[in-house]
């Protein structure tokens, strides 16, 4: 099987996979053997996904002219948080960034400070789960000269991202926030950035202001919005139902590669 023809058949391995797990029956639901297929179907996925790719291709940028008129947004798009309610009246000027947990010199940056990091600009399409795609231009800091800057120590394995907003307004205080995960192979992607701009402009609050993560080869949903503070961990089971992310607590992908 030719190299476009297995990432054919990959692709559309996962998207079934997807579909059974988002069509969702309950009663299969239920059954934790049926999780564990799916979980072990997910990491052959993976597995086989990076097998048959280069770890650092990039993915395709597009010419000025594809930029989509009305990029959709979705997920929150005005979060009612005070904390964040906050840092929007002032105009994010006293918002920081947090980097910590397993690095050597945890961060505290201000936007000025952020913008002054190694940065990238990229014409970009986004992928959702739902079925649409938008094409946008993202500026921002590369995640990976700033997690050098912090110093990753050796059992850092994956990168969480806690966000401002409050995705689930049902779950215990603090719990229903979204919050994203990825493996330090897609942090050092060269496309992987911490954006601050769309289009030539301050990112607006819809699209995930004053920060988000553009990590170009995942789905839509990994690329969190609003996000105040980027943790190393050795693994991710502390947080939310230990699936790696506020949708992956709810079924989807954890691994959501495109």
Known sequence: MSGPDR??????????????????CDRLNASPGFTRLLSTGEDLTRRAQRLV????????????????PDFKANGSTDPRDPEYLALKAAGFEGYRLVVDGLVERPLSLSLAELRALPARSQITRHDCVEGWSSIGKWTGARLGPLLDRAGLKPQARYLVFHCADTLDPSAPPGEGRYYESIDLIDAYHPQTILAYAMNDAP???????????RVERQLGYKHAKYVMRVEAVDDFARFGDGKGGFWEDRGYQWYAGI
């Open 7 to 24: 990432r054919g058949w990959l692709k559309a391995a996962g998207a079934s996979l997807a579909g059974l797990w988002l069509a969702g």
């Open 53 to 68: 790719t280069d770890r650092k291709a990039l993915a395709r940028e597009f010419a000025p002219t594809d930029i989509s």
């Open 203 to 213: 990112l607006p609050v819809k699209h995930g202001a004053p920060l988000r993560l």
